[in-house]
């Protein structure tokens, strides 16, 4: 197995990996899906599998926990998150991934929260109605801040020892944190 073929499965599997974490119990919204599709967009770059990955990971996970009707806007998110990975795909830091986990808990709940609202089941279709919707999606914000904060620095630090200790993760084109 080539060095590129071996990093590929290793960034998939950790792919894999976190998903599956979504199956074991945890607080609301403290789930790995921001830091997936981030850690996604990072490593596996501009090319259809970065999108892929998550989103085939989450379809996965969805299949066992059950589907719901915010499911678009959860995937639209998840795209626009791999986007934010793009973005820190140049130059991988901590403080880089970091604000890019910050960025990506703020997209998920403006998207996921306008998805709620736009429904027109919990709250009226109106500004108010909107600005309800978004103070009411408050008190899980924390979680999914801190879920994004979590497995980003799970998934990108760990795949950072995992370059160190076995050279045939490392590419090229990634220069160190």
Known sequence: MNANHARLIALLSAIVVVAALRLVPHP???TPIGAMALFSGA???KRGLAFVAPLGALLLSD??????????FVYASVMLVVLIGWAVRSRITPLRIASAAVASSVLFFAITNFGVWLKGIYYPQTLSGLAACYVAA??????TLAGDLFY??????????????MPTLRSGQRQPA
């Open 138 to 143: 408050i008190p899980f914000f924390q979680n």
């Open 28 to 30: 609301p919204n403290f």
């Open 63 to 72: 299949a066992i926990i059950g589907f719901h009707s915010g499911i678009p």
């Open 43 to 45: 490593y596996l770059g």
């Open 152 to 165: 980003a620095a799970l998934l990108f630090g760990g795949f950072r020892v995992a370059e160190l200790l």
